[in-house]
């Protein structure tokens, strides 16, 4: 309850809080920070669609049995330049930041024996300042009060992983991830009165490894394709050091599943979408959340156009990729969601075989919980891609 009723003083202080980088407040809320939804390549700018899509520069990002048909070795990288506004009431406060999201290798074995990616990738974040000064007068006796906050760290993890094609059927993966978890809290109040100045400060310091697996389907049809990820993990130790003492418990990290699709109408067009849920129900820590933690649902839907995919001699434009996507998720309790708007391109470098990808995003963050508090969050994200052939495959199936 106390963690609660932080957050909501937080949340009404924003009028008189003095905040850099950027951040969420709804951070707070949520066991390990604010979920990213992890992308690359196409996906940046498709909704984050990319479950049921086959795409060289996907890599493992959204479904490692994409890696499957690799015919070249690939790389992928990813960074976002982001804006979040915190709104509450009347008041409001912009911030900005700079965060790597995710890096990329895949490469096939020869004599078609599938292919090996591995990935660096992040999976959440808690990023928070908050610093207010306020005069206090009780009877004769007045002072200065300042209280503050600062919080940082979240998820990230690496994975290794395979996956082979079978012929007329389609590609499966598999990949081992190892996943950590940081969350440093220092909260802080200093009392001035004249020259006496008295400080009481508190750190808390949240350490955690633990250990999971993904599996994905990627089956092709024709102008279909279908898809399917799911992602595991196992419990593990975690670790709460404060300034007097270490706490130790158990950590389970929430499963996930995600159906995917995609259909392309002819060589200018495609549209994709994804469905998907967190078990956030499955998630356990040993020391319990002021809230009911939900399961999640989450889709997302795009599309992509070429004016003109297969000229010969054609003008830069008319081989651009032009794309748009909508994606929209629940945050771990019922009442909270997030949804948010892409459009962004992909600009062909050295005949097509590499991409720059520029994306543009635009959403909105809200718990219904705080009735008279949102955030609005703007990204510019920029992607590298590239392939190459080191050598031809050999054999050919029928």
């Given at each position: 309850?106390?963690?609660t009723i932080?957050?909501?003083?937080?949340?009404?202080?924003?009028?008189?809080?003095?905040?850099?980088?950027?951040q969420?407040?709804?951070?707070?809320?949520?066991?390990v920070?604010?979920p990213?939804?992890?992308?690359?390549?196409p996906?940046l700018?498709?909704?984050?669609?990319?479950?049921?899509?086959?795409?060289?520069?996907l890599?493992?990002?959204?479904?490692v049995?994409?890696?499957g048909?690799l015919?070249?070795?690939?790389?992928?990288?990813?960074?976002?330049?982001?804006?979040?506004?915190?709104?509450?009431?009347?008041?409001?406060?912009?911030?900005?930041?700079?965060?790597?999201?995710?890096?990329?290798?895949?490469?096939?074995?020869?004599?078609?024996?599938?292919?090996?990616?591995?990935?660096l990738e992040?999976?959440s974040n808690?990023?928070?300042?908050?610093?207010t000064?306020?005069?206090?007068s009780?009877y004769?006796?007045?002072?200065?009060?300042?209280?503050?906050?600062?919080?940082?760290?979240g998820?990230s993890h690496w994975?290794?992983?395979?996956?082979?094609?079978?012929?007329?059927?389609?590609?499966?993966g598999?990949?081992?991830?190892?996943?950590?978890?940081?969350?440093?809290?220092?909260r802080?109040?200093t009392?001035?009165?004249?020259?006496?100045?008295?400080?009481l400060?508190?750190?808390?310091?949240?350490?955690a490894q633990?250990?999971?697996?993904?599996?994905?389907?990627?089956?092709?049809?024709k102008?279909?394709?279908?898809?399917?990820?799911?992602?595991y993990?196992?419990m593990?130790d975690?670790?709460?050091?404060?300034?007097?003492?270490?706490?130790?418990?158990?950590?389970k990290?929430?499963?996930?599943?995600?159906?995917?699709?995609s259909?392309?109408?002819?060589?200018?067009?495609f549209?994709?979408?994804?469905?998907?849920?967190t078990?956030?129900?499955?998630?356990?820590?040993?020391?319990?959340?002021?809230?009911?933690?939900d399961?999640?649902p989450?889709?997302?839907?795009?599309?992509?156009?070429?004016p003109?995919?297969?000229?010969?001699?054609?003008?830069?434009?008319e081989?651009?990729?032009?794309?748009?996507g909508?994606?929209f998720?629940?945050m771990?309790?019922k009442?909270?969601?997030?949804?948010?708007?892409?459009i962004?391109?992909?600009l062909?470098?050295?005949q097509?075989?590499?991409?720059?990808?520029?994306?543009?995003?635009?959403?909105?963050?809200?718990?219904?919980?705080?009735?008279d508090?949102?955030?609005?969050?703007?990204?510019?994200q920029l992607?590298?891609?590239?392939?190459?052939?080191?050598y031809q495959?050999?054999?050919?199936?029928y």
């Amino acid at each position: 309850m106390k963690h609660t009723i932080f957050t909501a003083a937080l949340i009404t202080s924003l009028s008189i809080a003095s905040l850099s980088s950027a951040q969420s407040v709804l951070s707070f809320e949520y066991p390990v920070g604010i979920p990213v939804s992890l992308s690359g390549g196409p996906s940046l700018s498709l909704g984050r669609t990319g479950v049921g899509l086959q795409n060289e520069f996907l890599a493992m990002s959204r479904n490692v049995a994409n890696i499957g048909a690799l015919e070249a070795s690939v790389f992928s990288t990813a960074l976002s330049f982001d804006f979040i506004t915190l709104k509450s009431g009347d008041n409001s406060e912009t911030q900005s930041s700079f965060n790597p999201q995710m890096i990329s290798f895949a490469f096939p074995l020869k004599h078609n024996w599938g292919a090996i990616g591995i990935s660096l990738e992040q999976k959440s974040n808690f990023a928070l300042k908050f610093n207010t000064t306020t005069p206090v007068s009780v009877y004769d006796m007045n002072y200065t009060q300042q209280l503050g906050i600062k919080r940082s760290g979240g998820l990230s993890h690496w994975q290794i992983g395979y996956a082979y094609k079978i012929n007329r059927i389609g590609s499966i993966g598999l990949s081992y991830e190892r996943v950590y978890l940081s969350d440093k809290l220092t909260r802080y109040k200093t009392v001035s009165m004249g020259d006496v100045q008295s400080t009481l400060k508190d750190s808390l310091s949240t350490r955690a490894q633990a250990n999971g697996i993904r599996g994905g389907l990627l089956i092709p049809y024709k102008k279909f394709t279908a898809g399917l990820s799911g992602e595991y993990f196992f419990m593990d130790d975690i670790k709460i050091d404060n300034q007097t003492a270490r706490m130790e418990s158990r950590l389970k990290l929430a499963p996930s599943v995600a159906i995917g699709a995609s259909y392309k109408f002819s060589p200018e067009w495609f549209v994709a979408v994804d469905v998907g849920v967190t078990l956030w129900d499955e998630f356990y820590d040993g020391f319990g959340t002021t809230r009911k933690l939900d399961n999640a649902p989450s889709f997302s839907f795009g599309g992509q156009y070429i004016p003109a995919p297969d000229l010969l001699a054609p003008k830069f434009y008319e081989i651009i990729q032009y794309r748009a996507g909508f994606r929209f998720a629940q945050m771990p309790v019922k009442i909270a969601k997030e949804f948010a708007f892409d459009i962004g391109l992909g600009l062909p470098i050295q005949q097509k075989a590499n991409y720059i990808d520029v994306n543009f995003e635009i959403g909105s963050r809200s718990d219904s919980y705080y009735k008279d508090y949102s955030e609005t969050f703007f990204s510019i994200q920029l992607g590298l891609n590239g392939s190459r052939k080191w050598y031809q495959p050999t054999g050919t199936s029928y």
